[in-house]
T-cell receptor
Framework: GQNIDQPTEMTATEGAIVQINCTYQ??????LFWYQQHAGEAPTFLSY????GLEEKGRFSSFLSRSKGYSYLLLKELQMKDSASYLC??????????????FGKGTKLSVIP | EAGVTQSPTHLIKTRGQQATLRCSPI?????VYWYQQALGLGLQFLLW???????NRGNFPPRFSGRQFPNYSSELNVNALELEDSALYLC????????????FGEGSWLTVV
């Protein structure tokens, strides 16, 4: 099974940098995903890490340490539209072709002026 | 290219009734996933279909069932509805070609009264 922890809520100032942490304990691991979900909308894919290290994509970066069961999502130059929930998800390695994701409860980020 | 589409957007049912939700995956995607997102809770994995077969199911009672059709579209059936089934039901799809990244539809809001 999977246990995924992330902070419930965070607040940051427009233009600043914020880091959202995610820790996981899994019986298997085949990749870690970050999704953004605005209230009442579908989650949208942000990033994917399967190897240790940093993946950068514009204002968003995601880091993974498999040995520590740890990931973070870094958001730079925060904008008001970044106010949303950020979901950490782990793909299990149940077996060949198993691609479902297990999600954390999400971190609600509020960006203030 | 059209994304994952779901219908209906909203559905209101009475306790004890049955609900049917539908999903069309992204063209070319063969895997369909169903998730439940109850208010204040994280996404809970319900079912995974690939190539017309049920590949895995989450920790939900048997009254949650579904199927995948030859065109890879899918439906989720919830029988004997209970009040706690009120939630956002999200469908997602993936394929080997998309790196098995899961893309979500806008969801179907089910309210049980």
């Amino acid at each position: 099974g999977q246990n995924i922890d992330q902070p419930t809520e965070m607040t940051a100032t427009e233009g600043a940098i914020v880091q959202i942490n995610c820790t996981y304990q899994t019986s298997g691991f085949n990749g870690l995903f970050w999704y953004q979900q605005h209230a009442g909308e579908a989650p949208t894919f942000l990033s994917y890490n399967v190897l240790d290290g940093l993946e950068e994509k514009g204002r968003f970066s995601s880091f993974l340490s498999r040995s520590k069961g740890y990931s973070y999502l870094l958001l730079k130059e925060l904008q008001m539209k970044d106010s949303a929930s950020y979901l950490c998800a782990v793909r299990d390695a149940l077996g060949a072709g198993s691609y479902q994701l297990t999600f954390g409860k999400g971190t609600k980020l509020s960006v203030i002026p | 290219e059209a994304g994952v589409t779901q219908s209906p957007t909203h559905l209101i049912k009475t306790r004890g009734q049955q609900a049917t939700l539908r999903c069309s995956p992204i063209s070319g995607h063969t895997s369909v996933y169903w998730y439940q997102q109850a208010l204040g809770l994280g996404l809970q994995f319900l079912l995974w279909y690939d190539e017309g077969e049920e590949r895995n199911r989450g920790n939900f009672p048997p009254r949650f069932s579904g199927r995948q059709f030859p065109n890879y579209s899918s439906e989720l059936n919830v029988n004997a509805l209970e009040l706690e089934d009120s939630a956002l039901y999200l469908c997602a799809s993936s394929s080997v070609g998309s790196g098995n990244t899961i893309y979500f539809g806008e969801g179907s809001w089910l309210t049980v009264v």
